[in-house]
């Protein structure tokens, strides 16, 4: 079992990378929802399958039984669906929010924080370069009545 | 959806079902497998579902308070669980307390904390976009 | 006299103006009438330095497990250095309060003056090595300010930055360099050093700590070729010019060089690195001070002329050397400072520093002329005045020396007759000027502390016994390390070195009648100005820039593909050479194989995966990304972890609905942009990485597994948590700190969201 969870980690681990390296902002969040399923089945794989029954002591019992599942990487891994669902959820509004004020999805083109003229070796051009970029409208929080 | 007859009749219902239903998950969690986490995404699921059916006006008003405002309460109630181990029995933060004989504790209380903080969050994500 | 109570009375020295700092401030910006009373602080401690006790000595501990401690001492040479800065700055604070007059940030520059002053006596008065770096860099930090105080001028800004970034740079290197040495000769107490330089002397690090310190003192006096800060800083006001740039701050590398020289006089390096650097600084200073037309300027090319000959004479051995080192510091301090101050006075009233413009003053400003006059005839040695002595001491030391070094003296010396004529007689001499505005003398505070110094120039060239045992010997003894036995006023040259400098004198006589025509033609050398250091230094700057710039570039180009690429090679690609080097490849044993169904779950997985890479249509990618979601869902309650079987449905539901409804309001295409090229690298690298990670996790699942923390959970759930789901113990109690942290985490982020919504809404309202 050890060894197809290994696998499995591997393929979800390289789709996530692929989507990840797109330009669409869209498929850079569907490479997120991967990379999250491919590290809780990494970090279930690390901790050893040991059973395959639920980790619940049976009623009147004292401990688990030996044929229980390791709870350990399942606590761990509960919290990080919650966490890497939290932040699916942020970067899908941030996307909404990049596609109302910017009107694009291509991460290429997103260049608001590092205009392509910046650095400039030369003042002028960098001057002419930084009101560009802080003249815009834009959706991400910056100072309220803006 | 919002014109289905039939979502908006039984959309109180379902989430009065909903809500019950992820209250129950919340608190047999100790000993079967639920608890806050599962709980909180229930009830979030609950409040969605009305939210399709009735609009995102009507399901605020459901809530009462701010889902950010049902976070904050979750977030506060969590760390006080944690309080009586450090101010009454001179035990480390959130070592959990016990009322003698009974399973009743501040793991409750801590698990209602993580609920709350779980509902309130997915709610402030989703609500905004079943508006308009 | 020397009680306790008078040799605590040396803290005051550097404290009293340090406290006056922000009182000057608060003071002038109140009451701006009342600057000239400031000059009473300078003059106070003048007195008080002049009667503190040689060798007083005070400290407290600072860092006493360094061995660092807040240590003064006076000696000869230290006072010296004091009485120069509290003297001069004194006629100085005088002078700027009537040549600022009405400047809307005079008590600004009271107060750094004062700063500036306070840091100086710090400096000269320090015998801890780590406390003289400390005012050292402060008189720079005080320095910039001053240069930099016109400050919407960009020559000024650029300026002041140019200073600081030498002498700063130059500070660093003698930091290096001190440290070294304190550590090398076992106490950092400059007192102790030079008692004891045994250590020091047999040191194999001797030669980094001569070459370093030597760096930051010819840094901060300006020699070659660290020295085109000094004439650029002449943008500054000319009482900083006077105080700063000319009889004080430029004398600090030289102060530390010559306190140092008792524990270096014998080394070759120390003897060769002085008179090689002074020697050099020396001519191109001579050179380019003849080629000036602008008044400070030319006098700040002297000045680098004036500290490259100081440098030399400590360099060079015997006690005469010393002597004239010292003879030459207070002379050359009495006729600068004037001499700067008086063509502060000329820029002021008569409009212009051009040398080639300013002619026939005297009858304007008669007094103005007169301490010019006195001035620069002490510049050029003329008989009685203290220049006079100082000549002769500098031809005897310097004449006896074998090599090129006695052509350099004689000719630099013509040299500084002849800026001495252009700067002192030549704006009152000849043809009156045309000016617009009627020219007159100053007011008396601006006139005073010119006409003082010079005078002194002149009193103690006619009484040299005055200053002779008092001041010039032990201040040379402290350079020599024993006693001299030279008193000031005997004749120490032979007859053919007199009749030398008289030819020299003569020359630069010559020169000077024939500068006007001379100088144009000098100024027709590009070269020297495309190949000086001063170009050096803005090729250094501009290069410096660039080199930033093209690193910001290739590390920070603003594409987010690249920074992710780059991160996953780097991080994949680490660790894959480490799985390789450290021959971790290895598989782990099973326990029991995937059972059928488990087996066709993973296909149906990967399946999903690969078809989330391929789809086109966005829709056709959530249903993919979906199938991988429910799928490790129903993975995992097959490995028995029923909660998270569940909690991964719920979110599943919940980021489907959350992605439609996003999604409708976005384009709905999600088309790959991507070059075929581009694609294909990065399916390498998505591959790369991917067997990467799981030849990563087939490693780490090799390894001998130890359960004892979730054995030891699974045994303590029950009896001690009272809950029979160990899963749901773990997350609230026995990992409660933790589960408390990740809904923090959650917390967050529903309030950055709620802001995000926020902002959302009123750029809808807007629209």
Known sequence: MEILLALLFGVLLAAAVYLLLAR??????????????????????????????????????????????????????LTAIVISFGLTAFFLVLAYAIWRSEATLDGEALRLAEPPLLPSTDPALAAQAEPAAQGRGSALPEREGA | MKDSLILRASAGYVLVAAVVFSLFVLLRGHNEPGGGFIGGLI????????????????????????????????????????LPALLWHGEAFLTHQWLSGTPLGTTLVFDLGVYLVVLGFGLTFVLPFLEE | MAGPCMSHSLWLVPLLPLLAVPATALL???????????????????????????????????????????????????????????????GVFLYASAYLKGHPLLHRFMAVLMLFMAAMLGAVLADDLILLVVFWELTGLASFMLIGFDAHRAEARKSAQQGLLITVGGGLAMLAGLLVMGTAGGSFRISALLAAPEALLAHPALSWIIVLVAIGCFAKSAQWPLHS??????????????????????????????????????????????????????????????RERDLKRKLAWSTVVALGTLVTLIGLEGPLAATAAVVFLLVHALYKAPLFLVSGILDKKAGTRDAMVLRGLLRAMPLTA?????????????????????????FTVQLGVPGLLPVVALVVNAAMVVVAGVVAARPFLGRRMPSPAPVKDPPLAMLAAPMLLALLGLGFGLAPWLISGWLIEPAAAAIFGRPTGISLGEKQASQTIYYLSQAAIGAGVVTYLAWHRLQPRLAQQAWLDAYGPDAAYGRLLRGVAGLAVALTRLVQGGSLRRYLALSTVLTFGGAGALLLLQGGLALPAEVAGPAVPQLLLVLLIVAGAVGACLARLLLAQLMAAGLVGFGVGILFLTLGAADLAFTQFTVEVITLVLLVAILARLPFRSLDARLPRERRRDAAIALAAGMVGMLTLLAVQSVPFNNAIAAWMAEASVPQAKGRNVVNVILVDFRALDTMGEIAVLMIAAMAGAVLFRRLRSLEGRR
């Open chain 3, 229 to 290: 800060w000094l004439p650029n800083a002449m943008t500054a006001p000319a009482p900083v010019s006077a105080y700063l740039h000319s009889a004080t701050m430029v004398k600090l590398g030289v102060y530390l060089l010559a306190r140092l020289h008792p524990a270096f006089q014998e080394v070759a390096l120390w003897q060769g690195l002085l008179t090689g650097f002074g020697g050099a600084t020396m001519v191109t200073g001579a050179l380019l001070a003849l």
């Open chain 1, 24 to 77: 669409s902002v869209l498929r850079i969040i569907i490479g997120l929802l991967l990379l999250s399923n491919a590290a809780n089945i990494a970090i279930i794989g690390a901790g050893r399958v040991l059973g395959t029954a639920p980790p619940l002591v049976a009623p009147g019992a004292e401990a688990l039984a030996a044929s229980a599942s390791n709870p350990l990487p399942q606590a761990l891994v």
């Open chain 3, 28 to 90: 002038l910006r109140a009451r701006p009438a009342a600057a000239p009373w400031v000059a009473l602080l300078p003059a106070m401690l003048c007195v008080l330095v002049a009667r503190l006790p040689l060798g007083t000595t005070v400290e407290l501990d600072w860092l006493p497990s360094l061995g660092i401690a807040l240590a003064l001492r006076i000696d000869g040479l230290s006072r010296l250095m004091a009485l120069l800065i509290t003297g001069i700055g004194a």
């Open chain 3, 370 to 394: 007169l301490a010019a006059a006195l001035a620069g005839l002490s510049m050029a040695g003329a008989p009685g005045f203290i220049g006079y002595m100082a000549k002769d001491l500098l």
């Open chain 2, 43 to 82: 009830g979030a699921l609950g409040f969605v579902s009305y939210g399709l059916a009735r609009g995102a006006a009507a399901t605020r008003r459901a809530l009462r308070l701010a889902p950010i405002a049902w976070a904050g309460i979750g977030l506060a109630l969590a760390a006080a669980s944690g």
